[in-house]
């Protein structure tokens, strides 16, 4: 017999679920679209780095220069322990971390780049490097004989 999915045997146990399992409120959903969205910018003489990084602070941010690719990680681990003792239907805590790289060039050094982190937005700006013309040099081959 066909019943209303509202009366199955567990319908208590699983109203939340059904809310909850929208892809809105799943971590592939809306929330994980806007993680480290970045804006480049080409100026005259270097690139702006514009990086959004909602809820993370300063000293979760690092930024690192190797063979060429800038690397901007953001992790975090959060707990919140101020609310013991109440009951929650559902608390949701972000713990992890995300990862881009930008390749630079390898003439670009690390001194060279300036960062600033404001208001969640990291901003970073690498200067345009020309990449310097190798010296042809002269490889000759051994003829033997």
Do not use: C
Not at 11 to 35: E, I, L, Q
Not at 129 to 138: A, G, M, R
């Amino acid at each position: 017999m066909l019943r209303p999915s509202i009366f199955t045997d567990n319908f208590v146990d699983n109203m939340f679920d059904d809310f909850f399992n929208d892809g809105f409120w799943r971590p592939t959903g809306m929330r994980s679209v806007s993680a480290m969205t970045t804006d480049i910018q080409e100026l005259p003489d270097s690139y702006k780095i514009d990086m959004e990084l909602p809820g993370f602070a300063k000293e979760d941010v690092q930024a690192e220069l190797k063979k060429g690719y800038l690397t901007i990680r953001a992790s975090r681990t959060r707990e919140n322990d101020e609310n013991k003792g109440q009951r929650y239907i559902r608390k949701e805590r972000y713990t992890g971390h995300y990862q881009r790289s930008f390749f630079v060039g390898e003439q670009v050094k690390q001194e060279d780049i300036k960062a600033r982190f404001q208001d969640g937005v990291l901003t970073v700006i690498v200067p345009k490097k020309e990449k310097t013309p190798e010296v042809e040099q002269s490889k000759f081959i051994s003829i033997e004989g």
